[in-house]
């Protein structure tokens, strides 16, 4: 049966709402989350009450536990069972509720006057559109407008409440208290394409690279020469696909694209064209017009979305690529009295996507926020839906961030508890183990870690702080895949920093590639890009291509990275040993011999990948 969101099942159990005066809950209601607004969120005001939220319900899944050890066994490449992902019943087998935690809930939510709701296929989440008025009834709570410092608004809550016994049954209810808005990781877009070097840069000795790698800007051929990824022949067209995701009405512009891969991957040309565009929730589809002049003008949005498509279709041509936009959270505009929706956009999607019996086996997100504007238990949640996506057999790749351990100067670099210590900021999804985290890389011989000082660029003009994202997250404890090498670097940093991270956290980036400068077409005009969004699509693109390798002959792709990565895969990376992370007025983390949290093991070397990944199924099949 295949599913989309359109079509999960909207169950009006209305008919069955015992008429009089309802019980409100059969036990009274207590505190179920607290969580501080982020420093540079401000509440202005109550929320209108006729403003509607698309409130998604996380019920207690009844044995994630069983899901982790099966998602362990098949990515542990010294298993027997390594690379036999599971089907989507089998996975939402795992996950589903008990039938009392869905009976304790349905029972609250129509006596609550709910009778309207959509489930997920593995009914482990519930959705239900309500206005604010009665979502703050429900919860026992108060919705405000919150406004970042940038101008964008949430409609959110610092607190909220359950009736007692249901505490154990539901996990999280979004959107309530989560800030994360998802937003790309991309650093600045710089309108001058001619090749520039900065004074104290040495072009590579090897001539192989220095013919096709300049320090600005640096094109898909470079890559292809870099990562041993040309020539590579695919031998599955057709079989290993690639997606990258959409947010904030991000959504690639397919003129822009195929101007690009014109110049710099001809043959894909007509890709541009014909790649496919899924929408979520209203997502704006991939665009066939020019940008309009009010586009083009306005906001720095669609740039991410270009930049996504234009770098994965140029590595990975012919492999079909698809481009998921979600849609939801649009700006809140706090004094139009219009109802305006109110989503939480990442779940939206990965919901979306676990429906699918067809998922691409490489997705790339260039998309997070600070792991403290997300509650505990939500990141928690989203984290277990990607560990669901693993046990598919999907490869879920992060950008890092761009911001080092946290902006430059510090400013934002405190707790969010009440507390307001000093400290590094992780990121997240970037932190959740079952993803594969990104980091950023420049020059050639020898890379180094990406990281520009706020300076002029090559447009003569000045441009902000930009480091490859990096650190240990508070919320997800050090996986033991992580136990040889991790421990190992933070005893190497004797102290240095102690307080300001969680020495038993789990420690990021995994890997990482090239990530400032790329060549780039917005408004068909020539121009370059950086940030790890760039070295995400860049990474994705790679592990797509070892699919490729691998389908063709005979042997599953690499599904959830980590497990093999740490343990062998490693072996096919390039380390990068230079570098600091800086940030949060530091010089952050060092890179260092081996793995560190600024670069992981380095950058990808195709062709021992492929031999290294063939060579652990051949072990098993
Ligand atoms: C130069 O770089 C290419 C591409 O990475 C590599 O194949 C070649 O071995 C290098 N040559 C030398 C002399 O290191
Ligand atoms: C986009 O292109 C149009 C037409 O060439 C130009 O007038 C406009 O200034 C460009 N906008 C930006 C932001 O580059
Ligand atoms: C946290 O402390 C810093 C440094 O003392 C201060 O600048 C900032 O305003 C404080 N933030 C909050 C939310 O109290």
Same mark, same amino acid.
């Given at each position: 049966?295949?599913?989309?969101?359109?079509?999960?099942?909207?169950?009006?159990?209305?008919?069955?709402?015992?008429?009089?005066?309802?019980?409100?809950?059969?036990?009274?209601?207590?505190?179920?989350?607290?969580?501080?607004?982020?420093?540079?969120?401000?509440?202005?005001?109550?929320?209108?009450?006729?403003?509607?939220?698309?409130?998604?319900i996380?019920?207690?899944?009844?044995?994630?536990?069983?899901?982790?050890?099966?998602l362990?066994?098949?990515?542990?490449?010294?298993?027997?069972?390594?690379?036999?992902?599971?089907?989507?019943?089998?996975?939402?087998?795992f996950?589903?509720?008990?039938d009392?935690?869905?009976?304790?809930?349905?029972?609250?939510?129509?006596?609550?006057?709910?009778?309207?709701?959509?489930?997920?296929?593995?009914?482990?989440?519930?959705?239900?559109?309500?206005?604010?008025?009665?979502?703050?009834?429900?919860?026992?709570?108060?919705?405000?407008?919150?406004?970042?410092?940038?101008?964008?608004?949430?409609?959110?809550?610092?607190?909220w409440?359950?009736?007692?016994?249901?505490?154990?049954?539901?996990?999280?209810?979004?959107?309530?208290?989560?800030?994360?808005?998802?937003?790309?990781?991309?650093?600045?877009?710089?309108?001058?394409?001619?090749?520039?070097?900065?004074?104290?840069?040495?072009?590579?000795?090897?001539?192989?690279?220095?013919?096709?790698?300049?320090?600005?800007?640096?094109?898909?051929?470079?890559?292809?020469t870099?990562?041993?990824?040309?020539?590579?022949?695919?031998?599955?067209?057709?079989?290993?696909?690639?997606?990258?995701n959409?947010?904030?009405?991000?959504?690639?512009?397919?003129?822009?694209?195929?101007?690009?891969?014109?110049?710099?991957?001809?043959?894909?040309a007509?890709?541009?064209?014909?790649?496919?565009?899924?929408?979520?929730?209203?997502?704006?589809?991939?665009q066939?017009?020019?940008?309009?002049?009010?586009?083009?003008?306005?906001?720095?949005?669609?740039?991410?979305?270009n930049?996504?498509?234009?770098?994965?279709?140029g590595?990975?041509?012919?492999?079909?690529?698809?481009?998921?936009?979600?849609?939801?959270?649009?700006?809140?505009?706090?004094?139009?009295?219009?109802?305006?929706?109110?989503?939480?956009?990442?779940?939206?999607?990965?919901?979306?996507?676990?429906?699918?019996?067809?998922?691409?086996?490489?997705?790339?997100?260039?998309?997070?926020?600070?792991?403290?504007?997300?509650?505990?238990?939500?990141?928690?949640?989203?984290?277990?839906?990607?560990?669901?996506? =693993?046990?598919?057999?999907?490869?879920? @790749?992060v &950008? /890092?961030?761009?911001?080092? !351990?946290? *902006?430059?100067?510090? %400013? #934002?670099?405190?707790?969010?508890?009440?507390?307001?210590?000093?400290?590094?900021?992780?990121?997240?999804?970037?932190?959740?183990p079952?993803?594969?985290?990104?980091?950023?890389?420049?020059?050639?011989?020898?890379?180094?870690?990406?990281?520009?000082?706020?300076?002029?660029?090559?447009?003569?003009?000045?441009?902000?702080?930009?480091?490859?994202?990096?650190?240990?997250?508070?919320?997800?404890?050090?996986?033991?895949?992580?136990?040889?090498?991790?421990?190992?670097?933070?005893?190497?940093?004797?102290?240095?920093?102690d307080?300001?991270?969680?020495?038993?956290?789990?420690?990021?980036?995994?890997?990482?590639?090239q990530?400032?400068?790329?060549?780039?077409?917005f408004?068909?005009t020539?121009?370059?890009?950086? =940030?790890?969004?760039?070295?995400?699509? @860049?990474? &994705? /693109?790679?592990?797509?291509? !070892?699919? *490729?390798?691998?389908? %063709? #002959?005979?042997?599953?792709?690499?599904?959830?990275?980590?497990?093999?990565?740490?343990?062998?895969?490693?072996?096919?990376?390039?380390?990068?040993t230079?570098?600091?992370?800086?940030?949060?007025?530091?010089?952050?983390?060092?890179?260092?011999?081996?793995?560190?949290?600024?670069?992981?093991f380095?950058?990808?070397?195709?062709?021992?990948?492929?031999?290294?990944?063939?060579?652990?199924?051949?072990g098993?099949?």
């Open positions: 049966m295949k599913f989309d969101i359109s079509l999960l099942c909207s169950v009006a159990v209305g008919a069955q709402v015992v008429l009089g005066t309802p019980i409100r809950s059969r036990t009274p209601y207590n505190v179920k989350e607290t969580h501080t607004a982020p420093s540079k969120w401000t509440k202005l005001g109550r929320a209108p009450s006729q403003h509607k939220l698309h409130l998604k996380g019920l207690k899944q009844n044995n994630f536990e069983e899901l982790s050890r099966h362990n066994e098949v990515s542990n490449p010294d298993h027997g069972r390594y690379g036999q992902h599971l089907s989507v019943d089998e996975v939402n087998d996950v589903k509720p008990t009392e935690t869905l009976d304790l809930t349905h029972e609250w939510l129509l006596s609550n006057g709910v009778s309207e709701m959509s489930y997920s296929p593995a009914k482990d989440w519930i959705n239900i559109l309500l206005d604010v008025g009665s979502a703050e009834a429900l919860l026992d709570t108060e919705y405000s407008v919150y406004r970042h410092e940038d101008g964008t608004a949430l409609v959110r809550t610092s607190k409440s359950l009736p007692s016994h249901l505490h154990e049954h539901i996990d999280t209810i979004q959107p309530t208290t989560s800030f994360m808005r998802s937003v790309p990781k991309k650093s600045d877009w710089i309108q001058f394409s001619q090749p520039w070097t900065p004074p104290d840069y040495k072009p590579p000795t090897n001539e192989t690279i220095s013919k096709v790698c300049q320090f600005f800007p640096v094109t898909i051929e470079c890559f292809q870099l990562y041993a990824t040309k020539g590579y022949q695919q031998k599955a067209p057709g079989i290993a696909k690639i997606a990258f959409n947010f904030l009405n991000q959504t690639p512009i397919r003129p822009d694209i195929e101007a690009f891969l014109k110049h710099y991957r001809p043959e894909a007509d890709s541009a064209n014909t790649f496919k565009s899924i929408e979520i929730d209203n997502g704006p589809a991939a066939s017009e020019p940008l309009t002049l009010e586009q083009a003008a306005g906001d720095d949005f669609v740039r991410e979305a930049l996504d498509a234009q770098t994965i279709l590595m990975t041509y012919p492999q079909p690529v698809y481009s998921y936009s979600t849609g939801g959270s649009p700006p809140f505009i706090p004094d139009l009295n219009a109802p305006t929706n109110t989503n939480e956009p990442y779940l939206e999607w990965v919901n979306f996507v676990m429906a699918q019996h067809d998922i691409p086996q490489v997705i790339s997100t260039s998309y997070g926020d600070d792991e403290q504007t997300v509650p505990e238990a939500y990141a928690r949640r989203v984290c277990q839906q990607f560990a669901r996506l =693993g046990a598919r057999g999907v490869s879920l @790749l &950008s /890092s961030g761009d911001d080092g !351990v946290g *902006d430059e100067d510090g %400013s #934002s670099c405190y707790t969010n508890d009440g507390k307001n210590k000093t400290t590094f900021l992780p990121s997240f999804p970037a932190s959740c079952y993803v594969t985290s990104v980091g950023a890389t420049q020059q050639f011989e020898p890379e180094v870690s990406a990281y520009r000082a706020p300076g002029l660029g090559p447009d003569g003009l000045k441009h902000g702080f930009y480091a490859s994202g990096s650190g240990f997250s508070y919320y997800f404890d050090r996986p033991d895949w992580q136990d040889d090498v991790v421990p190992a670097y933070v005893k190497s940093l004797k102290g240095k920093y307080g300001l991270y969680n020495k038993g956290g789990r420690g990021y980036p995994d890997i990482s590639a990530g400032l400068y790329f060549a780039f077409v408004n068909l020539e121009s370059s890009i950086s =940030g790890t969004s760039a070295s995400c699509p @860049l990474m &994705s /693109s790679v592990v797509s291509l !070892v699919n *490729d390798a691998l389908i %063709s #002959s005979g042997k599953p792709t690499m599904g959830w990275l980590n497990p093999w990565l740490y343990k062998k895969g490693y072996k096919a990376f390039t380390d990068v230079i570098g600091d992370s800086y940030g949060c007025g530091t010089k952050g983390f060092p890179v260092a011999k081996g793995w560190d949290p600024v670069t992981g380095g950058t990808p070397i195709f062709p021992e990948m492929v031999r290294l990944a063939k060579g652990d199924h051949d098993h099949h």
